[in-house]
Structures are given as structure tokens and as C-alpha cells.
């Protein structure tokens, strides 16, 4: 059974950073495509970020590109998500998922989620 366990989150004033962290149990899932979403209060959740085995290939929302940045380190089963410039809209939870190359989100791993707030 793997256990996704994210931390990291907390209150920030608009601008600051927060560097999110994912650390997996019960399975290595350095094969495992690895991903951060978000939900807001009244949305739906949506993605965030990826990034592949290899760490070489990532992928990000629109809205987030150019301030967050998704990393791994598969040697320590942790995937990482640094957000700066950070605005009121990126509060959330914020979760972190892993998945089979190829397979639906839906029917990964998931972690129970970690609160983002960003005040104005």
C-alpha cells in the first residue's frame, strides 16, 4: 500500500513563498509519474504540475508557469513544489498524486491534502 503525505503548507502574505513537500511510503515510486493539484473552496480540483520519472520532463497550468517549480528526488521518494510570487488565488489544498505512465489520475495514489493561503 503506498501513503502519499504531503506538508509544507501554511499562511503566506502575497509575494512570499512556501516549498511544498510529497514523501511516499510503502513503495518506491521513482517509475511513477508524479503530480501536484489544488482545490479552492467552491472549485473544482485542478492540476497544477507534473513531472516524469526522469525529472527532465514537467508540465504546468498556465497559472502557475514561470512562478512554481515541480522537483523529485526518487532516492528519497519525495516530489517537491516550490511556489513564489505567490497571489491570493493560489489558496488551496493542495495535493499531491502519483500515477502509472499512461494510467487516469483518478486511479493513482493521493494524499490527503496540505492548506495553502495567501493573503492580500
Known amino acids: 500500500q503506498v501513503q502519499l503525505l504531503e506538508s509544507g503548507g501554511g499562511v503566506v502574505q502575497a509575494g512570499g513563498s512556501l516549498r511544498l513537500s510529497c514523501a511516499s511510503s510503502?513503495?518506491?515510486?521513482?517509475?511513477?509519474?508524479m503530480g501536484w493539484f489544488r482545490q479552492a473552496p467552491g472549485k473544482e480540483r485542478e492540476f497544477v504540475a507534473d513531472?516524469?520519472?526522469?525529472?527532465?520532463?514537467?508540465s504546468y497550468v498556465d497559472s502557475v508557469k514561470g512562478r512554481f517549480t515541480i522537483s523529485r528526488d526518487n532516492a528519497k521518494n519525495t516530489v517537491y513544489l516550490q511556489m513564489n510570487s505567490l497571489k491570493p488565488e493560489d489558496t488551496a489544498v493542495y495535493y499531491c498524486?502519483?500515477?502509472?505512465?499512461?494510467?487516469?489520475?483518478?486511479?493513482?495514489?493521493w494524499g490527503q491534502g496540505t492548506q495553502v493561503t495567501v493573503s492580500s
Open positions: 510503502g513503495r518506491t515510486l521513482s517509475a511513477y509519474v
Open positions: 498524486a502519483a500515477v502509472q505512465p499512461g494510467r487516469s489520475w483518478e486511479g493513482g495514489y
Open positions: 513531472i516524469m520519472w526522469s525529472g527532465a520532463d514537467t
